[in-house]
């Protein structure tokens, strides 16, 4: 059974940065699969909001557009884990980030193309 497990939430003032880490286990690679990291903050009827999506390869990347230029998200296909850079973190930043495996090779910001999920890690950013 494919199974992401997330690390590296924890709490830290607004300005600060975090990396997040998502090791998939069950699965001898994951070359074949696009990344994702998503979101949701507790009390929110929103469902998870897209974060971050790679590709297979790396080569294509999509950001959700609050995070652009902030976070940057990574893969090490050696390691089957995948990195969530969190630079210059908010207080709306605070959340629940869950890891997600592709359904395809391709990054893609919808839900629904990934099929395997973490558990989650709180991230708490303070004002």
């Known amino acids: 059974q494919v199974q992401p497990v997330e690390s590296g939430g924890g709490l830290v003032q607004a300005g600060a940065s975090l990396r997040l880490s998502c090791t998939v286990s069950?699965?001898?690679?994951?070359?074949?699969?696009?990344m994702g990291w998503f979101r949701h903050a507790p009390g929110k009827e929103a469902d998870r909001e897209f974060v971050?999506?790679?590709?297979?390869?790396?080569?294509?990347?999509y950001y959700e557009d609050s995070v652009k230029g902030r976070f940057t998200i990574s893969r090490d296909n050696n390691k089957n884990t995948v990195y969530l850079q969190m630079n210059s973190l908010k207080p709306e930043d605070t959340s629940i980030y869950y890891c997600?495996?592709?359904?395809?090779?391709?990054?893609?910001?919808?839900?629904?193309?990934?099929?395997?999920w973490g558990q989650g890690t709180q991230v708490t950013v303070s004002s």
């Open positions: 971050a999506s790679i590709s297979w390869s790396s080569r294509t990347t």
């Open positions: 997600a495996v592709g359904n395809t090779k391709y990054a893609s910001n919808w839900w629904a193309d990934f099929g395997s």
């Open positions: 069950g699965r001898p690679s994951l070359n074949s699969s696009a």
